[in-house]
């Protein structure tokens, strides 16, 4: 009875420490590292693998696997219509299913995936395995094997399914990181190839983030003092302030700055659901054609005049092109007219003349 007890209650910590692990991260492979060798301390196995589809195809499943031959999976879209496994377990969502209640011996023994794992090293004597969730956007699974005929026992398998929900929550929320992550560099990449210059505040005034061309523009614009800490600028926190005032009573509200040789406009939009992002600065920056020397006005179109401006101030195509909505190959047919017409032969003599045309 002693025995029963102890063995009971060392069960129960080992199940605790487990489930600690699964909340531990939301990196799931970090999960796995720490989760997975507490889990074979509840139920023995040889080998593991994590599956988990984004497409909800079977054939696009990731495979996170312990121990076995990753040239296993490798084949494995070739092998998905043979799966026993899988189509065993998604009938039966969240339900812990050893291999005798999938197949019967002499068909698993003769199925494609356990002939390829024998012939991989990795024999797939015996099975036990949870399908996590299935729809038509994802799905995920976890199967534990045995490389000899040694049955999983009905407590292996009740072991298992108390720590499924822990499981499938922990996978879940790892999957959604992941997805918003990935969404999140997506953005990131895309502002910064288009050179965009956002703030992202949570109320009342609380950054959440901002892109490299905004860190720019703030540290050009405004005085240290104005951005000690590396703080939003008070300038602009009192116009958010009011901005926020005003919120629904008008349209969104901007807030500018000029100098002589252009001027910054910052747009304050309200967003929702960007997790605890409430506020949007849009920041940009307009060169002024005060900036272009008198002379060249008269020999440059306007449009030629903004690349001028913004070549002076040391843009690159690409900035220049997002800024004035077009693309760099325009660009570059601008400068070309311009040079031409200004008998110059580089943006370093063009910026050199410029200098020289504006001294007094």
């Not at 531990?24 to 074979?40: F, G, K, N, Q, T």
């Not at 065993?88 to 209640?101: C, G, M």
């Not at 500018?256 to 910052?266: H, N, W, Y």
């Not at 920041?283 to 401006?309: D, G, H, M, N």
Request: charged share 25%.
């Amino acid at each position: 009875m002693a025995r029963s007890i102890s063995s009971s209650s060392g069960e129960g910590n080992a199940t605790l420490d487990l489930i600690d692990a699964l909340g531990s991260s939301l990196d799931i492979r970090i999960v796995l590292e720490r989760a997975y060798p507490l889990l074979l301390e509840l139920v023995p196995a040889d080998y593991g693998a994590l599956g988990i589809s984004s497409s909800g195809r079977p054939e696009d499943y990731e495979w996170m696997v312990s121990q076995i031959p990753e040239t296993f999976f490798a084949a494995y879209p070739d092998m998905a219509p043979h799966d026993f496994v899988r189509t065993s377990v998604a009938s039966k969502l969240n339900v812990v299913l050893r291999d005798e209640d999938m197949i019967a011996r002499p068909d698993l023994e003769s199925n494609i995936m356990y002939r390829r794992a024998r012939e991989v090293g990795a024999p797939l004597e015996q099975v036990m395995a949870v399908m996590l969730h299935v729809d038509e956007r994802w799905q995920s699974g976890l199967s534990l094997y045995r490389e000899r005929r040694r049955p999983f026992t009905e407590r292996e398998r009740a072991s298992l399914q108390r720590i499924t929900p822990a499981l499938a929550n922990a996978v879940r929320s790892c999957h959604l990181f992941s997805a918003a992550a990935e969404w999140g560099a997506a953005l990131n990449a895309l502002l910064a190839v288009q050179g965009a210059s956002v703030v992202l505040l949570a109320s009342p005034a609380a950054e959440v983030a901002r892109t490299a061309e905004a860190a720019r523009l703030i540290d050009a614009w405004f005085d240290p003092h104005e951005r000690r800490a590396g703080a939003l600028p008070e300038p602009l926190l009192q116009a958010l302030s009011q901005a926020a005032e005003a919120l629904g009573r008008c349209a969104p509200a901007q807030w500018s700055k000029s100098r002589a040789d252009a001027t910054l406009q910052v747009s304050f939009v309200p967003v929702t659901g960007m997790g605890r992002a409430k506020w949007m600065l849009v920041l940009k920056e307009i060169a002024s054609a005060a900036s272009v020397p008198p002379a060249w006005q008269a020999r440059l179109t306007p449009r030629e005049q903004e690349v001028v401006a913004a070549v002076v101030r040391g843009w690159d195509n690409r900035l220049i092109g997002s800024e004035l909505g077009c693309t760099e190959a325009t660009v570059k047919k601008h400068l070309q007219k311009i040079f031409d017409k200004l008998g110059v032969q580089s943006r370093t003599a063009l910026v050199a003349r410029a200098a020289e045309q504006r001294r007094p």
